[in-house]
């Protein structure tokens, strides 16, 4: 994913292209860790413009993956969106001291600028960043997703397993024998 400075004329540069997850590192570890696995390829929107030595990049990412229920732990697909636009910055104004330089760097972070050298940008990094961020962090199949079933694993989304009720009377029983024990 990477964009030639010279392909961006006055008019900006757009771009629209569908890739392999297998190009981007950090979904390549995603799909490794067996939690998440990439139904789609990554459709990437992109346009370019220069401006003032900089290159805005705006940009929109989306795709597909399946995800495991955190709650009910059936696996499910879930699409992923994200839109982005990101400044890339040939050179960080000159820095005079260390103060100065902590200062500096943090203010170009703030301000989501990127730094690239030479004739091209990269946007690997900026694209997998984009959709790792739009990962749910605790996937649900769906919002009312009842989960399982504590006592017997059942799946609750399937209907009732009967085990409340014997929960609650297991409870019951416990203070009974509670009781039993104390007075011995
Ligand atoms: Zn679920
Ligand atoms: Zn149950």
């Keep these: 994913m990477i964009i030639e400075l010279d392909d ?3 008019s900006g540069l757009s771009r629209e292209l569908a890739e ?6 950090a979904l390549c570890e995603l799909q490794d860790s067996g939690d998440v696995a990439f139904v789609q390829p990554l459709d990437i929107q992109v346009t370019a413009r ?3 030595g900089m290159v ?6 989306g795709t597909a993956v399946r995800l495991q229920c ?7 697909e879930q699409p992923l969106e994200a839109a982005f636009c ?10 005079e001291d260390e103060d100065q330089e902590a200062e500096i ?11 690239f050298e030479g004739d091209e940008i990269d946007l690997t990094e900026t694209v997998q960043e984009q959709v790792v961020m739009a990962m749910p962090f ?18 609750l989304n399937a209907g009732d397993c009967g085990c409340r009720d014997q929960v609650l009377n297991g409870k019951f029983a416990a203070l009974k024998d509670f009781k039993i024990k104390k007075t011995d």
């Design 50 to 52: 220069k401006f003032e």
């Design 86 to 95: 990101v400044t890339y910055t040939r050179h960080l104004p000159a820095m």
């Design 20 to 25: 392999s997850f297998e190009h981007f590192p």
């Design 56 to 61: 805005v990049v705006e940009g929109n990412v």
């Design 8 to 10: 961006i004329k006055e």
């Design 105 to 115: 760097e943090l203010q170009a972070e703030d301000l989501g600028m990127l730094v």
């Design 138 to 155: 605790k996937p649900l199949c769906r919002e009312e997703c009842r989960g399982l079933c504590a006592q017997c694993g059942a799946d």
């Design 70 to 76: 955190c709650r009910c732990l059936q696996s499910f």
